[in-house]
């Protein structure tokens, strides 16, 4: 046909790409490492263990801080920079209240005997959980970069793609806390 034009297809931003190709890879990281917790607690001497009612205070936290993500975000398309910046810095201090009660969780459960060298299914719980604290110190590290950027007076660029990237990234671990608080209440 004559003068039909061809479809555009929507292209997706590289950025964007990679970050849905690390977070695939973290799915597998953490698909892997749950699916060996399930073949070794069949064993012969696998301890189970409760977790401390804190993790649910950290749960909360996390929905909380993502709830704050999505009203930045907001606020950020609408050009509303302070309101911005006031929800980017909530959404921060969330990120460190999750961390402060992971530590406190793992301190109360350090105190009960639950240690790395007590028991694998101890083990299991330290590096699945430690490494999830690890991504979360990396969304708190980029949701610093963004407040600072959000304060800085030479940078005006507006682009929303770094903005989304983060807000991506954020939903991101607390989907993945979920899951993994789920899977290790469950699986006990």
């Known amino acids: 046909m004559v003068g039909a ?20 890879s973290i799915v597998m990281m953490f698909a892997g490492l749950t ?12 301890v189970t263990f409760e977790l401390p009612v804190i993790f649910w205070y950290s749960t909360a936290a996390m929905l909380l ?3 704050t993500m999505l009203i930045a975000l907001k606020n950020f398309r609408d050009r509303l920079m302070q309101r911005y910046r006031m929800m980017l810095g909530f959404t ?12 406190l969780g793992f301190t109360e459960l350090w105190r009960n005997g639950i240690t790395l060298q007590a028991s694998v299914s101890y ?17 708190i590290i980029a949701l610093l970069y963004m407040l600072l950027r959000g304060f800085s007076i030479k940078e005006k660029n507006y682009s929303i793609v770094p ?3 983060v807000n991506t990234y954020w939903h991101f671990v607390g989907l993945l806390w979920i899951y993994l608080l789920v899977f290790l209440i469950m699986i006990r």
């Open 92 to 103: 921060l201090l969330l990120g460190f209240v999750f961390i402060g009660l992971q530590v």
């Open 65 to 67: 801080s993502s709830l």
């Open 35 to 46: 699916s060996a917790y399930i073949v070794k607690r069949s064993q012969a001497g696998w």
């Open 163 to 165: 903005v989304e990237l």
């Open 5 to 24: 034009l061809p479809r555009e297809r929507k292209k997706i931003h590289p950025h964007k790409f990679n970050l849905w190709l690390g977070i695939g």
């Open 123 to 139: 083990s299991f719980l330290y590096v699945i959980v430690g490494l999830h604290a690890a991504h979360v110190l990396g969304g």
